[in-house]
């Protein structure tokens, strides 16, 4: 890879719009993040845009503030693509190679044939991943590339998205004044930036507790075995503390990020919190402890849900790496021990990998998935060093080396 590359990353979320633009450090073999922008994200609701206008502002306004960080023009992104509208299934093709030698022609084909599947109108597949090749009768191939063979099947993983959410996202972001390189979905981005090899090897399960949604993702001998998007998140925590407190949703968010724990038993019945001090709007007094069992409540059923997500699928205290955990939703005070109790897994805070950067901001689990669509695009050969302006066509021209690389 040109040591020139630049790769943008632009991450819209339901609360903030991240933006991060990297060159590829050809000495450390890995992005250099240069620049930043992040802004408020008002448009977005459960992944779906509900007011176009904002979100092309809220767009520009992150665009542009990566874009005077890094003295870079950017004409182009990878951009996130999440929320509770998204789905998982799997799907299998099926092509004939008449006893010739597997070419990545053939990959290309019956990945495509895994795409005949019977979905909604109303949704698009969004990205077809391999789990394994099957070459006549021998299973389990991860590449079959090179390989002589009469039939070649393809078991895949598919994501997909509402198609109207797709249309508006591309519509807000081709207004704001760049193109789209990849619309990537935030699973995928994930687990490029907080999972290892050897954790998709061994078994993991990733858990983005973003504002409006969680991600859930799966893998397993470094195959995608399942991601599920839960329709609740840290905002589901804020307007709990609203309505249990009786307090303003804004200021039920301050409460939230001063004071919030999920450890109950830790907290005296005495521990109050004076709302005056930061509102002055709600000025009563309020237990910190009952703030607590708010708070404890609602992530219990967050990971009692993921639990039930894992048991679906054979995989509930199956996973020797364990729970990986993202999102600013993360940081408070419990929520990593409750996962680990209540998974049964070891569990950790999951941070941007396999990155150098002068921005102390982007080392945070809130950056998790941004971070992640610069390693996306650092997988992607046909740059021109022009902001992450890639040919769609280049991307799809050597599809089987690209899945190659995405294998362990």
């Not at 039930?308 to 939703?329: H, R, T």
Request: net charge negative; proline share 3%; glycine share 10%.
């Amino acid at each position: 890879m040109a040591k020139d590359v630049i790769i943008t990353g632009l991450d819209i979320g339901a609360s903030k719009i991240r933006t991060v633009v990297a060159v590829y450090d050809e000495e450390k073999d890995r992005p250099h993040i240069i620049g930043m922008g992040v802004s408020e994200s008002l448009g977005i609701r459960k992944g779906m845009v509900v007011d176009v206008s904002e979100v092309i502002n809220n767009i520009s306004a992150s665009l542009g503030e990566a874009e005077r960080m890094s003295g870079v023009p950017i004409y182009s992104a990878f951009i996130s693509i999440g929320g509770a509208h998204m789905e998982g299934g799997s799907s299998r093709g099926v092509v004939a190679v008449n006893g010739q030698e597997i070419t990545e022609y053939d990959v290309e084909r019956v990945l495509e044939a895994a795409q005949a599947v019977s979905i909604p109108q109303n949704k698009k597949i969004l990205r077809v991943v391999p789990k394994e090749y099957t070459v006549d009768n021998a299973e389990g191939i991860k590449n079959p590339v090179g390989m002589m063979g009469t039939r070649l099947e393809a078991d895949a993983h598919i994501i997909t998205g509402q198609s109207q959410t797709i249309a508006h996202l591309e519509k807000c972001t081709h207004q704001a004044g760049i193109g789209i390189t990849d619309l990537t979905p935030v699973p995928l981005a994930l687990s490029e930036s907080i999972l290892s090899k050897r954790q998709k090897e061994l078994g993991v399960v990733s858990i983005d507790i973003g504002s409006s949604s969680t991600t859930v993702t799966v893998y397993e001998e470094g195959v995608l075995l399942m991601t599920s998007v839960l329709p609740i998140g840290g905002e589901s925590v804020t307007n709990d503390i609203a309505i249990g407190l009786r307090t303003s949703v804004d200021t039920a968010e301050k409460i939230k990020i001063e004071y919030g724990s999920s450890v109950v038993d830790d907290i005296s019945e005495r521990e109050m919190i004076d709302l005056s001090l930061i509102s002055k709007i709600d000025t009563q007094k309020i237990s910190q402890k009952e703030l607590a069992k708010i708070i404890h409540a609602r992530y219990h059923e967050i990971f009692y849900m993921v639990k039930q997500l894992l048991q679906d699928i054979n995989k509930d205290g199956m996973l020797p790496s364990g729970a990986v955990l993202s999102g600013a939703a993360v940081k408070m005070t419990g929520v990593v021990d409750m996962a680990r109790d209540i998974l049964g897994l070891p569990a950790q805070i999951g941070f941007p990998q396999n990155i150098t950067s002068v921005i102390d901001k982007v080392d945070d689990p809130s950056f998790a998935t941004v971070v992640g669509l610069i390693h996306w695009g650092m997988k992607f050969d046909g740059q021109d060093g022009s902001g992450g302006n890639f040919q769609f066509g280049k991307m799809f021209e050597n599809i089987g080396a690209w899945f190659k690389k995405l294998l362990p």
